[in-house]
């Protein structure tokens, strides 16, 4: 919200947008081919469950915890959210890898496909509904 009008018009093109507005971060990660983010839960979680490898510059303790997670099970790469131009370059090559962070962070989303969010909610008040019909009856 705080971009200056410059800087978006510095940066912004076809495959990079900036909005002033919270997007829908599901469908957002849907079209992308990588995420790059500061390793929050929410966008690291949809982009995994996207199948899509994360890029995490963390800001905060929990953010860099994070991409160490993700870092080890193969998942993404994380970095210095000071990086230099060649640091970052790199770890998108390394993130790009076809038979690296690509492949694993679909096989992931595959292995957790029952766990997107509406699913476990439906289960779960599937189940309460049973078990209430059955104390009814």
Do not use: W
Not at 49 to 72: D, N
Request: charged share 25%; aromatic share 4%.
């Amino acid at each position: 919200p705080d971009i200056s009008g410059q800087t978006i018009e510095a940066f912004a093109s076809s495959t990079c947008i900036f909005s002033r507005e919270p997007y829908d971060i599901d469908a957002v990660v849907e079209d992308a081919d990588i995420v790059i983010c500061h390793g929050g839960h929410d966008t690291a979680a949809a982009a995994l469950m996207a199948g899509k490898p994360v890029l995490i510059a963390p800001m905060q303790a929990e953010q860099a915890m994070l991409g160490a997670r993700i870092e080890k099970a193969g998942l993404g790469v994380a970095m210095n959210h000071q990086a230099t131009v060649d640091e970052i370059s790199s770890r998108l090559i390394r993130l790009m890898d076809e038979d690296g962070p690509m492949l694993r962070a679909t096989e992931f989303a595959g292995q957790y496909s029952e766990f997107s969010n509406p699913k476990p909610v439906e289960r779960v008040v599937a189940r309460c509904l049973d078990l209430v019909n059955q104390r009814i009856e």
